[in-house]
């Protein structure tokens, strides 16, 4: 078996000679490397440039990557819990994203493997509203084998008046090993890591933190973008004071390398905003130019206590993207959203249903793909630690 590591050192000398010789960027060839695996949809052009190094590859060289030797070659997966892009270092990232790529690659041949989540129990418990994260979770466990429960929390004793740690401490003891968890309050989601004994995944916490979000976004741009986002320039737009999605994203987009600004009125910018790493523009002429994709944000009106725009009519007109904002960015730039959508007030309908325009069909698609690699690389964390 050839892994990723001795494909590029031994075939191709190394990481930049490897990228020279496939015509992919450094860093991509980097995250191969870190990662321990090569993407399954670049192995047949691996395998017909190593024939120049006289080296004849079969898949069957390739890194297995759901094979449960997975941590013993490459960067070892280690991490239990998946809370906030804090927690992780660059080489997790890229197993995450691998992972993610792999079952993308899976999804669409349609043969998911049901054993690497076979014997394990996956509970959903979404004290907040949610149509994708939710329903991706459910598919992702039930795809790679796991019982999944979703609980109804308007329906559960969390209406009779049953606390967040009781109703966890309650959960825990059917012994799930998977406890995907959404939640109003910033760090609910930790806090529970700490009381329960399995696995926890942060489905979204306040303004806090959205990393799965945020993965699958990552995913998304490689996607879109031929596996290589570095060097990419993504404006985020909207209402960034409010977003878990934008705070996780800035994170995880930095790490990778995409140049992120941060376009919004001064009423829905966080205060310490001059501390995320990033240019902050107020409008959206400026904050679009020469920008490769651009994602609006939801304008969380929930969220929202006092007047944070003067009209949703008005928001739409400075800050809601159509085509003549559109053409501020580069030629040809891509759109997303997270999701849900407010049309007519951060986006027009006319934008987000453009297939040559707009990934946020792609974002749904690939965020199951992203949720089955999540849970493969913790429920391998948890065997590494029980054996
Ligand atoms: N993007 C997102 O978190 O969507 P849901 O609220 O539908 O899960």
Not at 41 to 57: G, N, P, Q, R, T
Not at 190 to 209: E, F, P, R, T, Y
Not at 258 to 265: I, K, N
Not at 353 to 367: A, H
Request: with cysteine; glycine share 8%.
């Amino acid at each position: 078996m050839a892994y990723a590591k001795s494909i590029i050192d031994d075939i191709f000398g190394g990481i930049r000679p490897a990228a020279r010789a496939l015509d992919k960027s450094a860093s991509t060839i980097q995250g191969w490397y870190e990662a321990g695996t090569i993407p399954q949809k670049h192995w047949e052009d691996v395998i017909e440039h190593a024939k120049a190094f006289d080296h004849y590859l079969t898949p069957d060289d390739f890194f297995p990557v759901s094979s449960p030797a997975m941590s013993s070659h490459g960067y070892p997966f280690e991490k239990l819990h998946c809370l906030t892009i804090d927690d992780f270092h660059r080489p997790d990232i890229e197993t995450l994203l691998s992972l993610g790529e792999h079952y993308l690659d899976l999804s669409v041949q349609k043969s998911p493997d049901r054993s690497v989540l076979r014997g394990k129990t996956l509970v959903n418990l979404f004290f907040e509203n949610s149509t994708r994260t939710e329903k991706s979770f459910e598919l992702a466990g039930k795809r790679l084998g796991a019982d999944v429960i979703s609980m109804q929390v308007a329906s559960s004793s969390v209406k009779k008046g049953e606390t967040l740690l009781d109703t966890a401490t309650t959960l825990n003891a059917m012994n799930p090993d998977l406890l995907v968890v959404r939640h109003g309050s910033s760090g609910a989601p930790a806090l529970l890591s700490q009381k329960v004994s399995c696995s926890v995944i942060n489905a979204g916490d306040g303004m806090h933190a959205h990393p799965t979000q945020a993965l699958l976004d990552a995913l998304t741009l490689r996607q879109a973008f031929d596996g290589d986002t570095d060097g990419l320039r993504i404006a985020i737009c909207g209402d960034i004071l409010h977003s878990r999605v934008a705070r996780s994203n800035v994170k995880l987009l930095n790490m990778l390398g995409v140049e992120v600004r941060l376009v919004g009125p001064p009423t829905l910018l966080p205060t310490d905003v001059d501390r995320w790493g990033v240019d902050v523009f107020h409008d959206m002429k400026t904050g679009l130019k020469g920008c490769d994709v651009v994602m609006m944000l939801r304008l969380q009106l929930e969220r929202m206590s006092g007047a944070f725009v003067p009209s949703k009519r008005e928001y739409f007109h400075f800050h809601g993207l159509d085509r003549t904002k559109l053409a501020y960015a580069k030629t040809g730039a891509k759109v997303m959203h997270p999701g849900p959508m407010n049309r007519g007030i951060e986006i027009s309908s006319d934008i987000a249903d453009d297939p040559d325009i707009s990934l946020i069909t792609q974002q749904v698609e690939t965020g199951v793909a992203m949720r089955m690699g999540i849970l493969h690389a913790l429920s391998n964390a948890q065997d590494g630690v029980r054996s």
